[in-house]
């Protein structure tokens, strides 16, 4: 079955959109990579200490190895993202460490992301999910290279 193709208000953006339909998908890479890698270079920039610290207050062990691997991931992991490299593990990690942010930090303040609650955060997970699922898409080092996970 054929799926069916909304008609435009405005049937001569038609080439436009067509045009720029694959610039979408790297912008979504880009738009959840770029926070994640300021996330990151704050980490780097202040060191280990505080990661471990809020690693042991969250009661996550080992709080060092755990608080060294974020480190890597909200760098290395966020630039793959952005360039779209390896995008399926990296999409994946940020998922899983979205959720466990969700039910260890957040959830005790509920939903409202005013209140420090889990409302971004697992919205963050569902779109990491998403690039997961999908993978780098057609402007991404993964096409280049001709292979993914």
Same mark, same amino acid.
């Given at each position: ?28 890479? $880009?738009? &959840? ?6 996330? =990151?270079?704050?980490?780097?920039? /202040? %060191?280990?200490?505080? +990661? ?47 959720? $466990?942010? &969700? ?6 303040? =509920?939903?409202?992301?005013?209140? /420090? %609650?889990?409302?971004? +955060? ?28």
């Amino acid at each position: 079955m054929e799926p069916v193709q909304a008609r435009l208000l405005i049937p001569s953006l038609a080439p436009f959109y067509r045009c720029v339909s694959d610039f979408s998908y790297p912008l979504i890479r $880009i738009a &959840v990579g770029a926070p994640m890698l300021v996330h =990151g270079v704050m980490k780097l920039m /202040n %060191g280990p200490a505080p +990661v471990i610290a809020t690693m042991e207050r969250l009661g996550i062990q080992p709080a060092a190895s755990m608080a060294y691997f974020l480190m890597f991931l909200e760098t290395v992991g966020a630039v793959c993202i952005i360039l779209g490299l390896f995008t399926r593990f990296f999409a994946a990690a940020f998922c899983i460490e979205s959720l $466990i942010l &969700v039910f260890v930090a957040h959830w005790p303040n =509920g939903f409202a992301a005013n209140r /420090n %609650g889990y409302e971004m +955060v697992l919205t963050w997970a569902i779109i990491y999910f998403a690039i997961a699922l999908r993978g780098g898409g057609p402007w991404s080092l993964d096409r280049k290279l001709g292979r993914e996970l």
